[in-house]
T-cell receptor
Framework: DAKTTQPPSMDCAEGRAANLPCNHSTISGNEYVYWYRQIHSQGPQYIIHGLKNNETNEMASLIITEDRKSSTLILPHATLRDTAVYYCIARYNQGGKLIFGQGTELSVKP | DGGITQSPKYLFRKEGQNVTLSCEQNLNHDAMYWYRQDPGQGLRLIYYSQIVNDFQKGDIAEGYSVSREKKESFPLTVTSAQKNPTAFYLC????????????FGPGTRLTVT
């Protein structure tokens, strides 16, 4: 599985868009990019994943660069409840483990 | 109400005792996983199972054991051989095949003194 690099922490004002970057420069052609988040002392929550195309669901949007070496998770209107650690994971999608790095601690402030 | 349950939420044991953590899912998922999380760290895989009666070691299996006798259940035993058992333990499940995400339980916080 490709190694991912994320900033350790970010702040965002409530109601604004939160843009969380992730570098995965060694990603291979069949590895998906997954995003999870973990609120303190709870289990991680799945947010979104993609392979090549940009993806959007009710929680967030995922923008993957054309060379697939980096991606950005966008929370369009951040709320205080979005304060959490966000993990970006590159994973070969054939029934395997998720390799969690340190993640980005997002603080949404009023 | 579908999901993954782990019990108990908090568990205390004396050093030298084995302890079994429960994980049950009613999502009809074939695959189940156990992860360990230490303070300020990401998750590390202990064991995983793709099908009943079969399981594989993850990255940190030493000192742990599992069983998968039923599709719904994947208990984890922390043995006395595990040198640093105090941690937050998370169970997850997923469908197998392409493009399926893992769903996580609420976790069990184990403290061994």
């Amino acid at each position: 599985d490709a190694k991912t690099t994320q900033p350790p922490s970010m702040d965002c004002a409530e109601g604004r868009a939160a843009n969380l970057p992730c570098n995965h420069s060694t990603i291979s052609g069949n590895e998906y990019v997954y995003w999870y988040r973990q609120i303190h002392s709870q289990g991680p929550q799945y947010i979104i994943h993609g392979l090549k195309n940009n993806e959007t669901n009710e929680m967030a949007s995922l923008i993957i660069t054309e060379d697939r070496k980096s991606s950005t998770l966008i929370l369009p209107h951040a709320t205080l409840r979005d304060t959490a650690v966000y993990y970006c994971i590159a994973r070969y999608n054939q029934g395997g483990k998720l390799i969690f790095g340190q993640g980005t601690e997002l603080s949404v402030k009023p | 109400d579908g999901g993954i349950t782990q019990s108990p939420k908090y568990l205390f044991r004396k050093e030298g005792q084995n302890v079994t953590l429960s994980c049950e899912q009613n999502l009809n998922h074939d695959a189940m996983y156990w992860y360990r999380q230490d303070p300020g760290q990401g998750l590390r895989l202990i064991y995983y199972s793709q099908i009943v009666n079969d399981f594989q070691k993850g990255d940190i299996a030493e000192g742990y054991s599992v069983s998968r006798e039923k599709k719904e259940s994947f208990p984890l035993t922390v043995t006395s051989a595990q040198k640093n058992p105090t941690a937050f333990y998370l169970c997850a499940s997923s469908l197998t095949g392409d493009s399926y995400e893992q769903y996580f339980g609420p976790g069990t916080r184990l403290t061994v003194t």
